[in-house]
Nanobody, 123 residues
Framework: QLQASGGGLVQAGGSPRLSCAAS???????MAWFRQAPGKGREFVAA????????RYADSVKDRFTISRDNAKRTVYLQMNNLKPDDTAAYYC???????????????????WGQGTLVTVSS
């Protein structure tokens, strides 16, 4: 019950925002975004803790992407700025287990996954 949206075809330099709507069960302390480019493995993008005070970003997106959450709406966002063709990928929302409070960057650390939303960046 993680539903990602907001993907599509974007020109380089564009600034789309992805959203991930969660259920009560899957909206946990640690929420994250991962991405998977064609022919590549799934890689960490960004993560956030419950109150937003804990953030982590991949070096490749730092200073361009911003993760945030609205706990009242059970929604996580990924604001992407200055997109590059290398950002083309399927973007997945993920959540760690309910009792976990530590951010991890490995996919195996996350138990709930959304279906992904495709972002294609044209040059």
């Amino acid at each position: 019950q993680l539903q990602a949206s907001g993907g599509g075809l974007v020109q380089a330099g564009g600034s789309p925002r992805l959203s991930c709507a969660a259920s009560e069960r899957t909206f946990t302390n640690i929420m994250a975004w991962f991405r998977q480019a064609p022919g590549k493995g799934r890689e960490f993008v960004a993560a956030i803790n419950w109150n937003g005070g804990g953030l982590r970003y991949a070096d490749s997106v730092k200073d361009r992407f911003t993760i945030s959450r609205d706990n009242a709406k059970r929604t996580v966002y990924l604001q992407m700025n200055n997109l590059k063709p290398d950002d083309t990928a399927a973007y997945y929302c993920a959540a760690r287990g309910n009792m976990v409070t530590v951010i991890h960057t490995t996919p195996a650390s996350y138990v709930y996954w959304g279906q992904g939303t495709l972002v294609t960046v044209s040059s």
